[in-house]
């Protein structure tokens, strides 16, 4: 039976049965969707992979620090960037 290695909310692998709904970018902390045209782009260049990490969940993805991409979750990335400002002021 084939498993897939996903991160929990505190950052720590575990083995699932399911395959995770988002991938992410440990090293830049950004979560997005598999079909992400952005990031295929960067793992067919052969970059990124080292740092790819997969999320059960949106909700997983953000408690474990994780930010929207930009690219392919604009509407969620632009209510997190909104957040972020308001917290500065």
Do not use: Q
Request: net charge positive.
């Amino acid at each position: 039976m084939k498993t897939y290695s996903l991160l929990d909310s505190n950052n720590n692998p575990f083995e699932c049965l399911e395959k995770g709904l988002f991938g992410g970018n440990k090293k830049l902390k950004i979560y997005g969707k598999l079909n992400c045209k952005s990031a295929l782009s960067y793992i067919e260049k052969g970059h990124y992979i080292t740092n790819r990490v997969f999320f059960k969940d949106e909700t997983t993805a953000i408690d474990a620090g994780y930010r929207p991409c930009g690219k392919c979750m604009k509407e969620e990335y632009d209510v997190w960037k909104n957040n972020k400002l308001k917290a500065i002021k």
